[in-house]
């Protein structure tokens, strides 16, 4: 058996770490993202990363949400750029421990202009309540 090292290394030179994952996250504003396994585009939002980990809250408290999808599915994706990696969705068993650091990171990162209110909404009780964490699987290639 042959091996073509020439094309291996072109098409897989482009593969992304699960670190240099996160920090394309943390550097975006927004961040795709796919709730369930079903087929429909990317919906962007805001993701920050905390202790190496990564979480959103959700805004709306719809009950057609990302968040109550992956409820009921923890499968997804996550987009940052043109990469694209399958997720598990949980929400984090040291929530209450988490709250002040994930209140700060979405205060570092997103409390300017018009985001600043909802920034500053996102620390509130019901979106607290409304965090989920996002285990990185592997990358779709």
């Known amino acids: 058996m042959l091996i073509d090292l020439y094309n291996f290394k072109i098409r897989n030179r482009n593969v992304m770490t699960k670190q240099e994952f996160k920090e394309s996250i943390d550097s975006e504003i927004l961040t795709g993202i796919k709730a369930g396994t079903d ?3 990317f919906l962007d939002i805001w993701m920050v990363i905390v202790d190496d980990r ?6 709306g408290i719809a009950e057609r949400s990302w968040y109550n999808t ?4 923890e499968n997804g994706k996550i987009k940052s750029g043109d990469k694209v990696f399958n997720i598990k969705a949980k929400i984090p068993e ?3 421990e988490l709250e002040e650091p994930i209140n700060n990171a979405y205060m570092k990162t ?3 202009g018009t985001n600043a209110f909802f920034a ?3 620390a509130g009780k019901k979106h607290v309540e409304k965090t989920m964490e996002f285990i990185l699987e592997d990358e779709v290639v």
């Open 39 to 41: 087929d429909h585009r």
């Open 54 to 59: 990564i979480f959103a809250r959700s805004w």
């Open 70 to 73: 992956f409820l009921n599915n």
């Open 94 to 96: 040291d929530l209450y």
């Open 110 to 112: 997103y409390d300017f």
């Open 120 to 122: 500053k909404g996102l």
